[in-house]
């Protein structure tokens, strides 16, 4: 494609319940970062991945978050037992070449009630 | 924590006149990155800046780097109302991670 899709656009869900959120990111880069924005605060790193390197997990902030890349392409998100304090914005973005400028998806909106 | 501290929190300026948004940040990078953010959405990548470069431009943006103080500066000469967006200092380490500031929220008032 020709940028960062993420889906779903928007997720209602209810506390306890599990969330996938997948990122497809453009076609042969090789960096993809997970970000959590909640309402008008900056950019929380979750997760990076880069090439066939182990991922940098340090940003995860419990062990209900989890996330995986397969083939080197599209990546999920997983959130288990989903809290309100979940509630937010959950960017994607890929990236590569010697700038490693990132794009990023339009964001999944996540609501826990 | 490498993560870029910007300042001020909020910008609100009249149409016409400059805008000026400073980054701070606390280990070595490889660069510094600005980006921009409407409406809580995906950011768009605006301008990138080396280690070893100490000014860019590209069209009305400025950046400026200062590797010795560890901080960066964005300037938006001329404003105008659709320029309204928060505005992001990523940094680069050695690792190729980028991280993220909290964000300058700037307000172009017609």
């Known amino acids: 494609g020709a940028g960062v899709s993420q889906s779903p656009s928007n997720k209602v869900t209810e506390k306890g319940k599990d969330v996938e959120l997948r990122c497809d990111p453009i076609?042969?880069?090789?960096?993809l970062y997970w970000y959590r924005q909640s309402l008008g605060q900056g950019l929380e790193f979750l997760i990076y991945?880069?090439?066939?390197?182990?991922?940098?997990k340090s940003g995860l902030p419990s062990d209900r978050f989890s996330a995986e890349r397969t083939g080197g392409s599209v990546s999920t998100l997983t959130i288990q037992r989903t809290q309100q304090e979940d509630s937010a914005v959950y960017l994607c973005?890929?990236?590569?070449?010697?700038?490693?400028?990132?794009?990023f998806g339009a964001g999944t909106r996540l609501s826990v009630l | 924590s490498q993560q870029g501290e910007e300042d001020p929190q909020a910008l609100s300026i009249q149409e016409g006149e400059n805008a000026t948004m400073n980054c701070s940040y606390k280990?070595?990078?490889?660069?510094l990155q600005w980006y921009r953010q409407n409406s809580g959405r995906g950011l768009v990548h605006l301008i990138l800046?080396?280690?070893?470069?100490r000014e860019k431009h590209s069209g009305r943006l400025r950046v400026t780097l200062d590797t010795s103080k560890k901080s960066s500066s964005l300037l938006i000469t001329a404003s105008r109302a659709a320029d309204t967006a928060s505005y992001f200092c990523?940094?680069?380490?050695?690792?190729?991670?980028?991280?993220f500031g909290q964000g300058t929220e700037l307000s172009v008032k017609p």
């Open positions: 973005a890929s990236g590569g070449g010697a700038k490693n400028i990132q794009y």
């Open positions: 076609s042969g880069h090789t960096a």
């Open positions: 991945f880069q090439g066939n390197s182990a991922p940098d």
């Open positions: 280990t070595s990078i490889n660069n």
């Open positions: 800046i080396r280690s070893n470069e």
């Open positions: 990523a940094t680069e380490n050695q690792g190729g991670k980028l991280i």
